[in-house]
């Protein structure tokens, strides 16, 4: 439904794209914040450089990859090689806080408005930093739990403990072969819940969140609603970008809002209906402050 030419709204400058934000919080009667990757890079959650050389110098120089993307793919020899990096990637990115407080400062923006959050980031930022459970929806899985590998069940395991275990008991980038998870219904090898490919599990709290998400969009189509993407790229734009245009270009009420480094655009559909800040997510929420 929309033309192959988009817009960016460069031309307006930061400083009046971000009133025009602010007054659109102000006036919102609800909020839909879609967050993406980049927001969790904004808070400090960084794959590369030196966050990448703290925690992992050693399977550096072991293995030869230079960001933690990369270490998740390298085909490991042994089960004990592959957790040993898991588990330490797992720690860094799931249990670890964020080094800023960005989705703390997020949350006071909204926490007394009608809100719901759908992200494709699986480091449960959102829930550590306080917002409710029961408005989160995590598209895409969650570090902090395993499910089997075939799989045999839709259940899903939190892992943190076992994590926490394999981090403080591994040694020479192994673990002890006894703490190899496996499922306990079929006994193969358990897994992260990330969605990856036609095996990811999809549990109950999954779908629960789901519809969750569905009703309160449903409840709210006609209402002044704020679509906030923020960190949202194109690896997988069907699940937060084109619905978001989509709902918006359906009611005139609404406003589109991205703030995205670099990736600031909206359709000319729905241009008079945007607002798109390119910038730092962090920077930007600070000047609304």
Known sequence: MFSKIWTTESTKSCSEQISRLQEAIDSAEAIVIGAGAGLSTSAGFVYTGER????F?????KYGFHDMYSGGFYPYKTLEE?????SRYIYVNRYMDALKPLYQELLEFVKEKDYFVITTNVDHCFQKAGFDKKRLFYTQGDYG???CSVPCDIDTYDNEKIIRRMVD???DM???????????????????NLRSDDKFV????WHLAAERYENFLRTRKNMRILFLELGVGYNTPVIIKYPFWQMTAKNSQAVYACVNYGEAVCP?????????????????????K
Do not use: N
């Open 52 to 55: 990448f050389q703290k925690y």
């Open 202 to 205: 999809e549990d109950k709290g």
């Open 169 to 171: 008991e591994q040694r």
């Open 174 to 192: 192994k673990i002890p072969t006894e703490l190899i998870p496996k499922c306990p219904k079929c006994g193969k090898p358990l897994t992260m």
């Open 145 to 147: 739990l395993f499910q």
């Open 268 to 288: 000319k559909e729905i241009e008079q209906q945007s607002i798109c800040i390119d910038g730092d997510i962090g920077t930007v929420l600070s000047d609304l």
């Open 82 to 86: 592959h957790w040993a990096y898991w």
């Open 57 to 61: 110098s050693d399977f550096e120089e």
